[in-house]
């Protein structure tokens, strides 16, 4: 078992059930997260950023950035984007009027790259140092 172990460490390699568990084996030197993130819009124009399991069922936050991420890097990526956005926006909206969570009303929905300089308390967690704009869908 050792040897296995040993084995996935020294050469960098994963094989399961032995690994060198690569989460945690690098340290980032950064101060600073990029994340992607989904806001939903009301009526007045408020943007909502969509933080809880209940918006965005069947996913998770953590799996929606990175599959979101992962279309970036297509061909196509736009009207792919284009098309989760306004999926997501009918769910929400769909999974709201049905009392699965307390969200505001949504007449679109963005998605937004998100900056932040991390801080070490999390004092600025709800505002991002910037936001870059990359699709939109209405209802």
């Known amino acids: 078992m050792l040897a296995a172990s040993a084995y996935d460490v020294i050469t960098d390699e994963e094989h399961w059930p032995f690994s060198q568990y690569p989460m945690f084996s690098r340290v980032s030197e950064s101060r600073s997260l990029t994340w992607l993130r ?3 819009v009301t009526s007045d124009g408020q943007e ?3 933080l809880t399991h209940a918006e965005v069922f069947p996913f ?3 799996r929606l950035s990175k599959a979101l991420g992962a279309v970036r890097t297509r061909p196509d990526a736009q009207s792919e984007i284009d098309t989760i956005l306004a999926n997501c926006l009918d769910r929400y909206e769909r999974l ?3 009392g699965r969570h307390g969200g505001p009303r949504a007449l679109r929905m963005r998605l937004y790259e998100v900056n932040w300089t991390l ?3 999390g004092a600025n967690l709800s505002t991002p140092d910037r936001r870059t704009l990359l699709g939109e869908a209405s209802l």
């Open 48 to 50: 909502f950023p969509l």
């Open 60 to 62: 998770d936050q953590s």
């Open 119 to 121: 801080h070490p308390t």
């Open 38 to 40: 989904m806001y939903v």
């Open 96 to 98: 709201r009027l049905e």
